[in-house]
C-alpha cells in the first residue's frame, strides 16, 4: 500500500466520479482507475460499488475513508510541525467559524501584522456543533472560533470576548425612543427567534427565564441575517449581540437590557490533542490582546 494510492482513493471517495477526480488530481483518468484497483486488490475488498459507469463508496470504502483520513492528516500535521522547526513554514491557519462578521476585523489587523501569514477560513451554519467537533477531530481544521462551547474533553477553549447582548426593535416601535430596558417590560412583544434546537435560542431562553417572562415567539429562523432581516420589516423584536463593526442601520434601534445582565462569550477553540502550528498559536495571542484592547475587559460595548 502506498501513500499515493491513499491519496488518490481520499479524492475519489469525496467525490464518487472517477473523471472529476482525475482532474482534480492532473492525471489521465485510466492511470487512477488502475491505482485504486491495485489498492483494493491489496485490501483484498472493494471500496465502491460500480455500476455502468458509475461508481459509490460502500462500506468497506466508507470504514477505510475514515482511516485514510486520520493518517493523512496526521502526516499532514507532522509536516507542519517540522517545518515549525526549520523555520520553514510560511504560516497558513486554517480556522471555521459561524460568526465570520464578528471576527472579520481582527483577521484584517493581524494580517496587517503579519503579511506573511495566510488563512483559509470556512464558514459553518451556528448551530452545527456537530460539524465543528469534526472538523477539528479529523484534523481538516486548526482553530474554531465561536459563541457555542463544543464542551468535549479534549477541546481546548479560551474565551476572547465577551459581548454585550442587546434588545434589536424596529424603529418604528414604541421601545425604539428609549436607550435601555429590562426584559421584565417585554413579556408581551412579539419576539423573533431561532429554531428550539438552535444553541443561541438555549442562551435567550435563559435570560428570560432569569427575567421571569415567557415571551410571545412569532417566527423562528436558522440564520442571523433573517432574525435581522425580520426585525427590520417590523414583524417583532428580537436578542442581538452588540457587534463594533457593524454598520449603523436606520430602521433598528438596539437598546440596552438593564436587567438580567445578557451576554455572549466568543472563544477560539483547537485540538488539544493535535500538534497546533505555530502561525495558529500566534493567531490566538493576537486575539486575546486584540479584543481586550478594545475597552480594557475583553468586553465590546
Not at 468497506?60 to 526549520?86: C, K, P
Request: net charge negative.
Amino acid at each position: 500500500m502506498e501513500l499515493l494510492q491513499l491519496t488518490y482513493f481520499r479524492t475519489v471517495a469525496k467525490l464518487e466520479h472517477m473523471t472529476k477526480a482525475a482532474e482534480q488530481l492532473r492525471i489521465a483518468q485510466p492511470a487512477l482507475s488502475k491505482t485504486i484497483s491495485r489498492l483494493e486488490a491489496d485490501l483484498g475488498v472493494p471500496l465502491f460499488d460500480r455500476q455502468n459507469r458509475q461508481i459509490r463508496l460502500n462500506r468497506f470504502g466508507r470504514a477505510f475513508l475514515g482511516q485514510v483520513e486520520t493518517a493523512l492528516n496526521a502526516l499532514e500535521e507532522g509536516r507542519r510541525e517540522l517545518a515549525d522547526m526549520a523555520g520553514a513554514e510560511q504560516g497558513t491557519i486554517r480556522l471555521a467559524t459561524p460568526t465570520l462578521s464578528r471576527l472579520s476585523s481582527s483577521i484584517s489587523a493581524f494580517r496587517e501584522a503579519y503579511p506573511e501569514m495566510l488563512f483559509r477560513v470556512v464558514q459553518i451554519p451556528p448551530a452545527a456543533s456537530n460539524e465543528m467537533i469534526s472538523l477539528l477531530d479529523r484534523g481538516e481544521v486548526d482553530l474554531i472560533f465561536t459563541a457555542v462551547s463544543l464542551k468535549q474533553p479534549w477541546i481546548r477553549e479560551l474565551t476572547v470576548l465577551t459581548a454585550e447582548v442587546c434588545l434589536a426593535v424596529p424603529a418604528s416601535h414604541p421601545l425604539a425612543e428609549r436607550s435601555s430596558v429590562s426584559l421584565s417590560e417585554v413579556g408581551n412583544e412579539a419576539f423573533i427567534e431561532y429554531h428550539e434546537e438552535h444553541p443561541f435560542r438555549h442562551l435567550n431562553d435563559g435570560y428570560c427565564r432569569e427575567a421571569g417572562i415567557e415571551r410571545q415567539i412569532i417566527c423562528e429562523v436558522d440564520e442571523p441575517s433573517a432574525l435581522w432581516s425580520l426585525v427590520q420589516a417590523g414583524l417583532g423584536i428580537a436578542f442581538t449581540p452588540r457587534n463594533p463593526s457593524q454598520t449603523e442601520d436606520a430602521s433598528v434601534k438596539l437598546l440596552r437590557i438593564e436587567r438580567p445582565n445578557c451576554e455572549r462569550e466568543f472563544a477560539i477553540a483547537w485540538n488539544d490533542k493535535r500538534y497546533l502550528p505555530k502561525a495558529s498559536r500566534s493567531f490566538v495571542e493576537f486575539l486575546e490582546s486584540y479584543f481586550h484592547v478594545e475597552d480594557g475587559t475583553g468586553k465590546t460595548k
